[in-house]
């Protein structure tokens, strides 16, 4: 597609409840990202991809959050067990080669996750 | 690893004025360095870049220097519109093998008629 897309838009769950959020990038770009943007959080890092490979998870808060990319494209966050703390917008971003490097990343608009 | 802090807002301005938003960083050696927006709406995109010390990055009538004595990269247009109403955030490499951008916690920037 034309730009990063990212689904469900919104998404209201229970608490306890396993949630997962899909990013597709954009056509080519081998490097793909995930965030978290909470109110008066800034952008928090959460894991980056190269390939379907993870070589930086380090930013994942803890082990009820997973991500996985496969065919080098489609990534899904998967949180496991939503706490009300989960709630945030969840952002995609990809980049050709390393942009953490060049800074040229693109995002998609989000998922916005609320735990009740 | 890295870290970068900017200047907290809201930040409310009439039109025509002039704006500057702080940014300063800590980083092992001397990264690039970015200016990130988000309109109403949609999604982050790079405003402008900075690779080494000195440069100026420009775009849309804003400007920011990379300042490597006082560490800043601080953000100025001269005379802002209505329509740059929107989030602003500066960012840097998180590490230096550049794995991923942090990002500072963001300007939000209203402009009135």
């Known amino acids: 597609g034309a730009g990063v897309s990212q689904s469900p838009s919104n998404k209201v769950t229970e608490k306890g409840k396993d949630v997962e959020l899909r990013c597709d990038p954009i056509s080519g770009h081998t490097a793909l990202y995930w965030y978290r943007q909470s109110l008066g959080q800034g952008l928090e890092f959460l894991i980056y991809f190269q390939g379907n490979s993870a070589p930086d998870k380090s930013g994942l808060p803890s082990d009820r959050f997973s991500a996985e990319r496969t065919g080098g494209s489609v990534s899904t966050l998967t949180i496991q067990r939503t706490q009300q703390e989960d709630s945030a917008v969840y952002l995609c971003a990809s980049s050709l080669g390393t942009g953490g490097i060049t800074g040229e990343l693109f995002f998609g608009e989000g998922s916005r996750l609320t735990v009740l | 690893g890295n870290s970068v802090t900017q200047m907290e807002g809201p930040v409310t301005l009439s039109e025509e004025a002039f704006l500057t938003i702080n940014c300063t960083y800590t980083a092992t050696g001397y990264p690039s360095l970015f200016w990130y927006v988000q309109y109403p709406g949609e999604g982050l995109q790079l405003l402008l870049k900075?690779?080494?010390?000195?440069d100026k990055g420009s775009n849309k009538g804003f400007e920011a220097t990379y300042r490597k004595e006082t560490t800043s990269f601080h953000l100025e247009k001269g005379s802002v519109q209505v329509s740059d109403s929107a989030v602003y955030f500066c960012?840097?490499?998180?590490?230096?093998?550049?794995?991923?951008?942090?990002f500072g916690k963001g300007t939000t920037l209203s402009v009135s008629s």
């Open positions: 960012a840097l490499p998180r590490n230096q093998a550049g794995t991923a951008l942090i």
């Open positions: 900075a690779t080494k010390a000195d």
